[in-house]
Structure formats: C-alpha cells, structure tokens
C-alpha cells in the first residue's frame, strides 16, 4: 500500500513568488493535516481538510491557504513567499475517527 | 507560545538500558496525546497514544505515562536498541483536532 506522497521533494523560490505543494494521502484515508516544521521549532499545524472542507486552521497568515479534492489529494498554496517561510513542510492523512496518523517525507522549501 | 515542550533536545541512552524521553505541556484542554518517531529525511511515524483518561499505555518495548496534574508525560523505551535512535516528537491533541508538537528529543542508542 502506497504511503502519504508529497511533491516536489525539494523547492527553490524567490522573495515574493508563489509555491503550490501537492498531497496525496493513504487509499481510504479522507483527512488530511498540513504543517511546517521550520529550523529550531516543533511542528507547527497548518491546515486540516477532511471531506473536501477546512476543519481547522493554525496560527499562519492568509498566504497561507490550500484546498482538498473529490479524490482527498490536497494542495497547499502559499503567496508572497518571504525567506521565514523556508521551512520543510509535512502532510499526514487520517481516517476521520483514527489518531494514527501516517506522514509523508515532506517537501522542502527554500526561499532566497 | 509552545505548549509543548520537551526540554531535552538531545539523549544518550547504552544498548539495553532505559530510554525516557519527557514532555510537558501547558493546556490541560488536551485530551489525546501522541509520540512520534523521525528518522532523517523522513515524516515522523505514530509510535504510540494516549488518552488523557489513562496514565499509562503499553505496547512493546514501549511505554507512555500520563501525569495529568503535572501536565507531564514520558515515553520509556526498554530495552533501548540502536534502531531506536532517531527524533522523538511528543504531541498533544485538542478536540478541535489540533496537533500541538514539542521540538523533539534526539535520541541515540549506543552500541
């Protein structure tokens, strides 16, 4: 069974540009969580999508933004990229009643 | 405002001995608390849950007590095998479904 994929692996974007990064979760799995893991800090939550709405949202600025498809794959947007936004960003995927949260290798993002 | 920390970045346990990795938190809104493990260049995998109804949960190798008073948990690994090094991140859930992550703890297992 195929995990929790996420692309690209790695990124490079400049001061002010815009990043789309892409999820696709476990077969069956119907929620899915986005967080940032900057140098020094703990992973910080993001987003949580779960049958295509936005359940909960973390302490991020509007650029931050993303969506969850009919097939549960999601996406997270983020505009006017500033250099603390270089940060390795994690997706994980649930069962909407199960806590056994499975992650993907993460993205991650730099910016110059 | 972390609300969840763990204190020891790093630990150094012998093969064999030991391993307690703790974890405080400051919200005692937290009902389900979680412990994950990361290798390099991986996502953290679930290791093992608690709810904040029991103080203690066994799987393996691996055990997590709850003190709720102390708003203080701890994962115990025994015996610890070189394997077993890796990130250790203790999170804490709100019945929102929010994760709230400490900085997590390097454990190293020395053969």
């Known amino acids: 069974e195929a995990g929790v994929t996420q692309s690209p692996t790695h990124l490079i974007k400049t001061r002010g540009q815009q990043v789309t990064l892409r999820c696709s979760p476990i077969s069956g799995h119907t929620s899915v969580y986005w967080y940032q893991q900057a140098l020094g800090l703990g992973l910080q939550f993001l987003l949580w999508y779960d049958e295509g709405e936005e359940r909960n949202r973390g302490n991020f600025p509007p650029r931050f933004s993303g969506r969850q498809f009919p097939n549960y794959s999601s996406e997270l947007n983020v505009n006017a990229l500033e250099l603390e936004d270089s940060a390795l960003y994690l997706c994980a995927s649930s069962l909407r009643i199960n806590y056994g949260y499975t992650f993907g290798s993460g993205t991650r993002l730099t910016v110059v | 405002d972390q609300q969840v920390k763990q204190n020891s970045p790093s630990l150094s346990v012998q093969e064999g001995r030991i391993s307690i990795l703790n974890c405080d938190y400051t919200?005692?809104?937290?009902?389900?608390f979680l412990w994950y493990k990361k290798y390099p260049a991986e996502g953290p995998t679930f290791l093992i849950s608690?709810?904040?109804?029991?103080d203690k949960n066994e799987d393996g190798r691996f055990t997590v007590f709850l003190n709720k008073s102390a708003k203080h948990l701890s994962l115990h690994i025994v015996p610890s095998q070189p394997g077993d090094s890796a990130v250790y991140f203790c999170a804490a859930l709100n019945t929102g479904n929010q994760f709230y992550f400490g900085t997590g703890t390097s454990l190293t297992v020395i053969p």
């Open positions: 608690i709810s904040s109804i029991k």
């Open positions: 919200n005692s809104m937290f009902d389900y």
